[in-house]
């Protein structure tokens, strides 16, 4: 499986983004995804996962009612809907895919990591 993070860019405080992970070489619908982000010179840190199913769903607190992570297994995507975007959240984001059956919170629970997008929050 191959996995594309996209949609980055560089905006103000309080306004939305929406990240895409495109999955490619493998049929996607049978792996939970997650989105993770890191500083650099930081550990790469969990912010969203969703079902292989997409019946549930995990934030990181720290982004608790602002994200929306959601998937289109018919069409081998997953999607990170940012809104009132902080400056704490820039980061370089990365999707991610685990066979994992549970709810996968942590980098080792991951099988196929995609390149990261950077997101750039101004204040």
């Known amino acids: 499986v191959q996995l594309q993070a996209s949609g980055g860019g560089s905006v103000q405080a309080g306004t939305s983004l929406r990240l895409s992970c495109t999955a490619s070489g493998h049929t996607f619908s049978s792996y939970a995804i997650g989105w993770f982000r890191q500083v650099s010179g930081m550990e790469r840190e969990f912010v969203a996962a969703?079902?292989?199913?997409?019946?549930?769903?995990y934030y990181a607190d720290s982004v608790k009612g602002r994200f929306i992570i959601s998937r289109d297994s018919a069409n081998n995507m997953g999607y990170l809907q940012m809104n009132d975007l902080k400056s704490e959240d820039t980061a370089v984001y990365y999707c991610?895919?685990?066979?994992?059956?549970?709810?996968?919170?942590?980098?080792?629970?991951?099988?196929?990591w995609g390149q990261g997008t950077q997101v750039t929050v101004s204040s």
């Open positions: 969703i079902s292989w199913n997409g019946a549930n769903r």
């Open positions: 991610a895919g685990s066979r994992f059956t549970g709810m996968a919170t942590r980098v080792y629970e991951y099988d196929y």
